[in-house]
């Protein structure tokens, strides 16, 4: 079966500073990655996918991602963050495993809190 | 183009009473989902719809919990009685195509408290 790992619960920067934040896979077969965010009262909005290819996936909002398969990690980076990123950030993986037919596994999410 | 349609957005109830959910998908949408996030944790998939039919609900808890996709179009998600671990945000999501690599659009979602 496959899992998300969010490595941090909750992440305070400061505006104009770099973020990164921090996701691990567990699995037994190749993985489609996924990175959604989402605003207070919101539904979630796709940020950027990894389904194959070159491994720095870029997306909205200035984000980007690296996919790492030998540390199955999906970390998701933005060099200057502003006020309007504050939102909650879920990582998420689907893969074709157990009769799942494209349904996603979410990680816990990390909330991202930008100070200015 | 208009997005995921969800309704109501809150709900109150009392535990032992019966509540419904209701979601209009994008258009042309042929799969839609339902999901549970709990306060504090990631989205869980409940149900999945490929048109009018379920392709996985291994995870509803089916002696409380149905849902059904009339004309392949609306879905309706229901729960008969309500306990106090069902307080949570009801996402629908939709996407194209069933597949692994679709992007799926979530709703705003309807958040339920159970007293």
């Known amino acids: 079966a496959q899992s998300v790992t969010q490595l941090d619960s909750q992440v305070p920067v400061f505006e104009e500073a770099p973020v990164e934040l921090r996701c691990n896979y567990s699995?037994?077969?190749?993985?489609?990655l996924f990175w959604y965010v989402q605003y207070p009262n919101q539904g979630l909005q796709l940020l950027l996918k990894?389904?194959?290819?070159?491994?720095l996936v870029k997306g909205i909002n200035g984000f980007e991602a690296e996919f790492n398969k030998s540390q199955t990690s999906f970390h998701l980076r933005k060099p200057s963050v502003h006020i309007s990123d504050t939102a909650e950030y879920f990582c998420?993986?689907?893969?074709?495993?157990?009769?799942?037919?494209?349904?996603?596994?979410f990680g816990k999410g990390t909330k991202l809190s930008v100070k200015p | 183009e208009a997005g995921v349609a969800q309704s109501p957005r809150y709900k109150i109830i009392e535990k032992r009473q019966s509540v419904a959910f209701w979601c209009n998908p994008i258009?042309?949408?042929?799969?839609l989902y339902w999901y549970q996030q709990i306060l504090g944790q990631g989205p869980k998939l409940l149900i999945q719809?490929?048109?009018?039919?379920?392709?996985?609900d291994s995870q509803l808890p089916k002696d409380r919990f149905s849902a059904e996709r009339l004309k392949g179009v609306d879905s309706t998600l229901k729960i008969q009685p309500a306990k106090l671990e069902d307080s949570a945000v009801y996402l629908c999501?939709?996407?194209?195509?069933?597949?692994?690599?679709?992007?799926?659009?979530f709703g705003p979602g309807t958040r339920l408290l159970v007293l």
């Open positions: 998420a993986v689907s893969a074709p495993y157990g009769g799942s037919q494209g349904n996603l596994i």
């Open positions: 699995s037994s077969v190749s993985v489609y």
């Open positions: 258009s042309g949408h042929a799969t």
């Open positions: 990894y389904l194959s290819g070159s491994t």
């Open positions: 719809f490929q048109n009018n039919g379920v392709v996985d």
């Open positions: 999501a939709s996407s194209l195509e069933m597949g692994f690599q679709e992007t799926q659009y």
